[in-house]
T-cell receptor, first 115, second 116 residues
Framework: AQSVAQPEDQVNVAEGNPLTVKCTYS??????LFWYVQYPNRGLQFLLK??????LVKGSYGFEAEFNKSQTSFHLKKPSALVSDSALYFCAVSPYSSNTGKLIFGQGTTLQVKP | EPEVTQTPSHQVTQMGQEVILRCVPI?????FYWYRQILGQKVEFLVS????????KSEIFDDQFSVERPDGSNFTLKIRSTKLEDSAMYFC??????????????FGQGTRLTVV
C-alpha cells in the first residue's frame, strides 16, 4: 500500500536554530514529493516539490528538502527557524506522473518555534 | 497571484440535509480535486475531476457524494444526505495546465462543514 509517514507529531526548536521535519514514503515507481504548510484556520500552502534532478530542492520561505531514494525519505529543513514558521507541516506524495494533484498525505507534524 | 477560492468558509447543516460546497479553481488548470480533513486527522483525497468527468475517487466518495463543473468556472461538491461523520474541513484544489500537467496542487482556504 502506498503511504507517507511523518514520525513526529510535534517538533520543538528555538528560534535561530536549524529545524528538520521528517518524512518517509512507501510508493512504487518514481514518486513526486511535496511539502505543504497549514497555518491555523487556513488552507494548505505549497512549500516545495521534488520531481526529478537535484536531490536538494529549495522552496518558499527559506525551506529546503532532501530526497533520499535509498532511505525513501524527503525531510524538510531550514537552517535558521523563525517564530513565524510555527505551523502544521504536511508531507505528500503523488505516485502519478500526471494528475500530480492527487496526493497521499502524511499525518502532519506541528512545528513549534520558541523565541 | 492566482488562487483557488471556496465558499462558504463555514457551513452548518442538519443531519440528513443536502449541502453544496463551491469552489472556483485557478482558471487555466485542468485537474480539480476535493479533499477532506476531519479534525485532528490527515488530509484525505476524495475525488479528482478531469475533462468533465471523474478521473479517480476514493472509498470515501460513495453514492452520497457528487461533483459537478456546471459552468466552466465553478466546481462543486454535493453531499446528498449529510451524516454527523461528514463534519470536516473540505478543501478544493486544482493543478495542471496545458503546457505542464505536473504542477503542484493549489489548495483553497477550505470550507468547514459542521453537521448537527
Amino acid at each position: 500500500a502506498q503511504s507517507v509517514a511523518q514520525p513526529e507529531d510535534q517538533v520543538n526548536v528555538a528560534e535561530g536554530n536549524p529545524l528538520t521535519v521528517k518524512c518517509t514514503y512507501s510508493v512504487s515507481g518514481n514518486p513526486y514529493l511535496f511539502w505543504y504548510v497549514q497555518y491555523p484556520n487556513r488552507g494548505l500552502q505549497f512549500l516545495l516539490k521534488y520531481i526529478t534532478g537535484d536531490n536538494l530542492v529549495k522552496g518558499s520561505y527559506g525551506f529546503e528538502a532532501e530526497f533520499n531514494k535509498s532511505q525513501t525519505s524527503f525531510h524538510l529543513k531550514k537552517p535558521s527557524a523563525l517564530v513565524s514558521d510555527s505551523a502544521l507541516y504536511f508531507c505528500a506524495v503523488s505516485p502519478y506522473s500526471s494528475n500530480t494533484g492527487k496526493l497521499i498525505f502524511g499525518q502532519g507534524t506541528t512545528l513549534q518555534v520558541k523565541p | 497571484e492566482p488562487e483557488v477560492t471556496q465558499t462558504p468558509s463555514h457551513q452548518v447543516t442538519q443531519m440528513g440535509q443536502e449541502v453544496i460546497l463551491r469552489c472556483v479553481p485557478i482558471s487555466n488548470h485542468l485537474y480539480f480535486y476535493w479533499y477532506r480533513q476531519i479534525l485532528g486527522q490527515k488530509v484525505e483525497f476524495l475525488v479528482s475531476f478531469y475533462n468533465n468527468e471523474i478521473s479517480e475517487k476514493s472509498e470515501i466518495f460513495d453514492d452520497q457524494f457528487s461533483v459537478e463543473r456546471p459552468d466552466g468556472s465553478n466546481f462543486t461538491l454535493k453531499i446528498r444526505s449529510t451524516k454527523l461523520e461528514d463534519s470536516a474541513m473540505y478543501f478544493c484544489a486544482s493543478s495542471g495546465t496545458g503546457s505542464n500537467m505536473n504542477t503542484e496542487a493549489f489548495f483553497g482556504q477550505g470550507t468547514r462543514l459542521t453537521v448537527v
